[in-house]
Nanobody, 125 residues
Framework: QAHLVESGGGSVQAGGSLELSCVAFGQIFSYAVGWFRQAPGKERECVSAISWSGGLTYYADSVKGRFTISRDNAKSTVYLQMNSLKPEDTAVYYC???????????????????WGQGTQVTVSS
């Protein structure tokens, strides 16, 4: 059964960096992948997404210029490099995948059908 496993979360001070990884098991990794986050009391939001080829990427305005998404399909892994972290980046981060046609880049929560368990990111001021 296909599933995703995130890793790389942790606690850092403001201005620090973390790299999250999302590994896919049991599926052909030609899927679009999104990174979502959910802070306490807030809705889950998509912060970044990448097409199966890596040619299309999306960043939420709140992370643009600080986060970089990439993928290594040979390793069935998608990465989210997070730099210049802020306390408002504190959340549980989830990766999610879905099949997408060439030229499509899903970014809505409801468009993704396979989810990881989440990894906590805490940024202190």
């Amino acid at each position: 059964q296909a599933h995703l496993v995130e890793s790389g979360g942790g606690s850092v001070q403001a201005g620090g960096s973390l790299e999250l990884s999302c590994v896919a098991f049991g599926q052909i990794f030609s899927y679009a992948v999104g990174w979502f986050r959910q802070a306490p009391g807030k809705e889950r939001e998509c912060v970044s997404a990448i097409s199966w080829s890596g040619g299309l990427t999306y960043y939420a305005d709140s992370v643009k210029g600080r986060f970089t998404i990439s993928r290594d399909n040979a390793k069935s892994t998608v990465y989210l490099q997070m730099n210049s972290l802020k306390p408002e980046d504190t959340a549980v981060y989830y990766c999610a995948s879905t099949y997408a046609e060439i030229g499509e880049l899903p970014r809505l929560e409801g468009e993704f059908d396979t989810w990881g368990q989440g990894t906590q990111v805490t940024v202190s001021s």
